[in-house]
């Protein structure tokens, strides 16, 4: 196996593992917040259904520097979220989607191009490798903030506030926005 069908069996297992954490999780459910100490930020609004936005935003910015040539921008994917808000089906189904997109970006990337710089999300070049390695971590790492919002938190009665202005206001820092 090469070094490219490894990162691709990573990528594929931490997504898996993603999923996994989310496999139990409903509406109610997707909706409990974590609120982050004053001056903290969480990349997200707090809550299973942000965390999932989040994702599914980043494996596309991360796709769109990388691999996409900016065929999509990130301020398309942002309205995406918008119109999505708080429905769950439909954010799972934004995850998916974002990670056949990240997916089918380096489809045919070959073990010699590993080392080649691309573009990222904050504008500064990585090696292939990296990049692919930081968004697989990615997935492991919000999967783990998932396993713990469930486990301690109950499900809420009312949808999240997804401070999307917020979201925005970082959102637009990145190179493909």
Not at 144 to 150: F, K, S, T, V
Request: net charge negative; charged share 25%.
């Amino acid at each position: 196996m090469d070094a490219v069908a490894v990162l691709r069996n990573s990528a594929e297992l931490a997504f898996q593992e993603l999923l996994e954490s989310l496999a139990d999780v409903d509406e109610p459910r997707s909706w409990a917040v974590v609120e982050p100490v004053e001056g903290e930020y969480l990349h997200t609004a707090g809550s299973i259904l942000a965390i999932v936005h989040h994702i599914a935003s980043c494996k596309y910015g991360y796709g769109i520097c990388a691999f996409g040539n900016m065929d999509v921008r990130g301020r398309e994917v942002f309205e995406r979220t918008k119109t999505i808000g708080t429905n769950w089906q439909q954010s799972k189904a934004f995850l998916q989607d974002s990670q056949d997109y990240w997916m089918r970006g380096w489809a045919d990337l070959r073990s010699e191009q590993l080392e080649e710089d691309r573009g990222t999300i904050w504008g500064k070049p990585w090696p292939t490798w990296k990049l692919i390695s930081r968004v697989i971590q990615h997935d492991a790492y919000h999967a783990g903030q998932i396993n713990l919002i469930r486990s301690i938190r109950a499900p809420a009665d009312t949808p999240p506030d997804m401070r999307f202005d917020l979201e925005e206001k970082y959102a637009r820092e990145s190179a493909d926005w």
